[in-house]
């Protein structure tokens, strides 16, 4: 069983940064791939990075450089650091977990209720 709780979000100016966190619960033997995505009103689920077991991680090419995942296992939490953040950057952040290779295109099964970030 996997439970995913994000935390983090809010409205900041362009330029700044933000981190937001997920709380998760993962009552499974094998640690699974991670990762954010975001979703604008009227748009698709667009994957902005992911990491897995190891700390292996990959970006959407619209956040490298600039947003930062990681995840502590011991302490049970993903975290998403953004920073010189842009408008197009709002939405809807989600927290997922699934199994398999990890990239954004993993069967992500699991979802968090997500928190907004808002640019302007």
């Known amino acids: 069983q996997v439970q995913l709780v994000e935390s983090g979000g809010g409205s900041v100016q362009a330029g700044e940064s933000l981190t937001l966190a997920c709380a998760t619960v993962?009552?499974?033997?094998?640690?699974?791939?991670m990762a954010w995505f975001r979703q604008v009103s009227g748009r698709e689920r667009e994957g902005v990075a992911a990491?897995?077991?190891?700390?292996?991680?990959t970006y959407a090419d619209s956040v490298k450089g600039l947003f930062t995942i990681s995840r502590d296992d011991t302490k049970n939490t993903l975290t998403l650091q953004m920073t010189s953040l842009k408008p197009e950057d709002s939405g809807m952040y989600y927290c997922?977990?699934?199994?398999?290779?990890?990239?954004?295109?993993?069967?992500?099964?699991?979802w968090g209720q997500g928190t907004q970030v808002t640019v302007s």
């Open positions: 997922t977990a699934g199994w398999g290779y990890c990239d954004l295109q993993t069967d992500f099964q699991y």
């Open positions: 993962v009552e499974t033997i094998r640690r699974p791939c």
């Open positions: 990491i897995d077991g190891d700390g292996r991680s």
